[in-house]
């Protein structure tokens, strides 16, 4: 089943316990990928796997919290002890917390801040050394349109994180592409998710709520990565922009 340019490549995916990384797992190994999941909640993640396996589909998954390095290096070498290599890392995993600035929600911003760039960062730091080894690979990085357009007041530590993210993945690009490993940045507007749910400022969460009613399903975005793996290698995707046909920003 699937395509061939999809059919057994090993793709390594955080936060893939719920959302846009669930959802591109399935889609992926539909397709005849080899998936390795990822996240805090291993519950979920366990569920994910037996879903993708029962349907006929190879997964396997671990618990990793991407704000720690180490576990991330374990989420590379499990999926190089059971697949012998790693064809595409997603790094996927963020959290949003949407709140004006002058609440000085200190400890949001910096949750943010670590899980959403130096998570990214970490899993780019596990999965290089095996990609230089193979001389290939490719990186996905879920940015987002609020790292294009700045929201405020409400979205402005979110927003920089995924400016980072834009940055990050363009750097990635002109410092990888010579060593035959792609990267693409995908930059999705509102996606029904958990991910509204991490707001803890009321007058935001509404505004949340309010913008997520026109919000487009995850599987919008897994064929936006799906479409990304799916190029011959000397195609190299470097930005899908996605947005629901009824936003307006
Ligand atoms: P979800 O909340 O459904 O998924 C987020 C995933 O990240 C979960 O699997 C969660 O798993 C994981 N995660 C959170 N913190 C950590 C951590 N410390 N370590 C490991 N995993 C973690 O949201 P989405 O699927 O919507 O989000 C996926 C990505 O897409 C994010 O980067 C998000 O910023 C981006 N995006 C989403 C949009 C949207 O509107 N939904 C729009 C644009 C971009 P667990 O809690 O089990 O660890």
């Not at 130096?118 to 349109?145: C, D, E, F, T």
Request: neutral net charge; glycine residues 8%.
């Amino acid at each position: 089943m699937g395509t061939s340019n999809i059919a057994d490549k090993v793709v390594v995916i955080t936060g893939a316990s719920s959302g846009i990384g669930e959802s591109t797992a399935k889609l992926l190994a539909r397709h005849g990928a080899k998936v390795v999941v990822g996240a805090r909640r291993k519950d979920r993640i366990d569920a994910v796997v037996k879903e993708i396996s029962g349907a006929g589909g190879k997964a396997i998954g671990f618990a990793v919290d991407v704000t720690k390095r180490a576990e991330l290096e374990a989420l590379i070498k499990g999926a190089v002890d059971s697949f012998g290599r790693v064809d595409v890392m997603v790094n996927n995993a963020g959290i949003m917390s949407i709140a004006p600035i002058k609440l000085l929600k200190v400890e949001e911003w910096d949750r943010q801040i670590d899980v959403n760039i130096k998570g990214v960062l970490y899993g780019v730091a596990a999965v290089l050394p095996q990609m230089r080894k193979q001389k290939s690979g490719h990186i996905i990085n879920l940015a987002s349109v609020f790292g294009i357009k700045v929201f405020a007041p409400g979205g402005t530590v979110y927003c920089a994180t995924k400016s980072a993210v834009r940055a990050l993945t363009e750097g990635l690009r002109v410092e990888l592409h010579a060593e035959n490993i792609r990267c693409t940045m995908i930059s999705p507007g509102a996606v029904a998710s958990e991910l509204q749910d991490g707001t803890s400022d009321q007058a935001s969460a509404t505004f949340v709520k309010e913008l997520y009613t026109i919000a487009m399903p995850t599987d919008s975005v897994a064929r936006a990565v799906l479409y990304a793996i799916e190029q011959p290698v000397d195609v190299e995707i470097d930005e899908v922009v996605l947005r629901p046909t009824l936003q307006d920003f």
